[in-house]
């Protein structure tokens, strides 16, 4: 059982390219989400996903895409990619109260 | 507008002592409340929670207690080790679906 699984770990990019974060769980989750750590901000919920085929934005949407065309994958697109997208990225799904969360995909923009 | 609230960056205290992590919240309708533990280069992990029509729920040595009128939580842990050093969020679910977080609060227990 692998629980919520994030790829890639790491990666730089430079301004302007583009990418995409997948996540991938196994645990049957309906709701998804993918959330953005730094310095001083804590958790920033950037998209959210119910169900399969349904994505929301949450607090800084801002620059990103989302698609839950399967049940278990919740992918992060970036088009264009900026200095301000430098972060840790989070996946996390939610059964019942629990979150169970990825290990993170440190991304860095120069 | 912050929904949820951890107005203490940091916190230190020493080992066997407790630690109290405080969190306000502004939306007297959330049904439950979450607690998380976060380590260094790893995704944040369930502590606790507490359902709204409760005041206190307890597991080992984390106690989490909620004030519905003063709108505020916290999460008690006694006595501290210095394992409990980490960063740890309160978060909330809202009825559209989306799990908010707190900024966190840094957890140092020293030995």
């Known amino acids: 059982n692998a629980g919520v699984t994030q790829t890639p770990k790491f990666r730089v990019l430079k301004t302007g390219q583009s990418m995409t974060l997948l996540c991938a769980q196994d645990?049957?989750?309906?709701?998804m989400y993918w959330y953005r750590q730094d310095p001083g901000m804590g958790l920033r919920l950037i998209h959210y996903?119910?169900?399969?085929?349904?994505?929301a934005k949450g607090e800084v949407p801002d620059g990103y895409n989302v698609s839950r065309l399967k049940k278990q994958n919740f992918l992060l697109g970036l088009e264009s990619a900026a200095p301000s997208q430098t972060s840790v990225y989070f996946c996390?799904?939610?059964?019942?109260?629990?979150?169970?969360f990825g290990q993170g995909t440190r991304l860095t923009v120069v | 507008d912050q929904q949820v609230k951890q107005n203490s960056p940091s916190l230190s205290v020493q080992e066997g002592r407790i630690s109290i992590l405080n969190c306000d919240y502004t939306?007297?309708?959330?049904?439950?409340f979450l607690w998380y533990k976060k380590y260094p280069a790893e995704g944040p992990t369930f502590l606790i929670s507490?359902?709204?029509?409760?005041d206190k729920n307890e597991d080992g040595r984390f106690t989490v207690f909620l004030n519905k009128s003063a709108k505020h939580l916290s999460l008690h842990i006694v006595p501290s080790q210095p394992g409990d050093s980490a960063v740890y969020f309160c978060?909330?679910?809202?009825?559209?679906?989306?799990?908010?977080f707190g900024q966190g609060t840094t957890l140092q227990v020293k030995p």
């Open positions: 996390a799904s939610i059964a019942n109260t629990e979150a169970f």
């Open positions: 645990m049957n989750h309906e709701y």
């Open positions: 996903s119910v169900g399969e085929g349904t994505t």
């Open positions: 939306n007297s309708m959330f049904d439950y």
């Open positions: 507490i359902s709204s029509i409760k």
């Open positions: 978060a909330v679910p809202s009825n559209t679906g989306k799990l908010i």
